[in-house]
């Protein structure tokens, strides 16, 4: 398996492990007082630090504001179990709206796929963006978060230039389902295992602005056929 093509998703999500499992997210460090030494920086401060900038360097990429304040309430509430500020209907809008800005920082070229994708027959749209088309049905369970899965896959530019593939290796590829990149990691969650999904992703469900080595360039949206063999 290429480990350098689905794994970049699961950074952010290492990153924020470490910092849950040293408790809770640090408040800004402040100056010391006179006299006294800088303490070296805590796990939690480095890893929440990183956080922090790799999400805001990413959206400040694409032109799209945040509100940093809001940022760390929705971090502190989701991280606590808190009831949401806001609607499920208001936070669901927002989310398409944001997707949809997120889509017009990409090149043309991009952008058309996928809103000539969206209206394909057979082919549903999340709330994320993400694009997927049922191209065989299985009947066996639903992976979650936990679970590492056995898949068959094959990953395209929009171009048709296969990136990736694990039917030439002759040999399925075994991952955590949330140690992959964010468009895998919602399907996978909502596959059945016999499924052969066609997933159609946006570069920011994808590998982002950065893109991954020299075969996914940056802001490109991808093509993957994931055949969901087994959870282990």
């Known amino acids: 398996m290429n480990k350098s093509i689905l794994m970049g998703g699961g950074v952010l999500l290492l990153v924020a492990t470490l910092v849950l499992a040293q408790g809770e997210l640090p408040s800004e460090p402040g100056a010391p007082p006179a006299g006294q030494p800088t303490a070296p920086p805590t796990m939690a401060q480095l890893c929440s630090y990183a956080i922090g900038l790799e999400i805001g360097s990413s959206f400040s990429a694409d032109e799209i504001q945040l509100d940093p304040q809001s940022v760390a309430a929705g971090l502190r509430d989701g991280i606590s179990g808190a009831k949401p500020r806001y609607s499920k209907q208001q936070l669901t809008a927002a989310m398409r709206r944001l997707a949809r800005e997120r889509i017009r920082s990409m090149a043309p070229e991009q952008i058309a796929y996928l809103e000539?994708?969206?209206?394909?027959e057979g082919v549903q749209v999340t709330e994320t963006g993400l694009q997927y088309k049922v191209l065989k049905t299985g009947s066996g369970s639903t992976p979650q978060a936990t679970?590492?899965?056995?898949?068959?896959?094959?990953?395209?530019?929009?171009?048709?230039?296969?990136?990736?593939?694990?039917?030439e290796r002759n040999e399925p590829a075994v991952f955590p389902v949330q140690g992959v990149i964010p468009g895998w990691t919602e399907a996978l969650q909502k596959m059945k295992v016999g499924d052969k999904w066609q997933l159609v992703l946006p570069s920011d469900l994808a590998?982002?602005?950065?893109?991954?080595?020299?075969?996914?360039p940056g802001n490109a949206t991808l093509v993957f056929e994931v055949e969901l063999l087994g959870i282990e």
């Open 207 to 216: 590998y982002g602005e950065a893109g991954a080595g020299q075969a996914i």
């Open 147 to 167: 679970d590492r899965v056995r898949c068959h896959y094959r990953g395209q530019l929009i171009d048709g230039t296969v990136f990736d593939s694990s039917y």
């Open 116 to 120: 000539k994708n969206e209206t394909a």
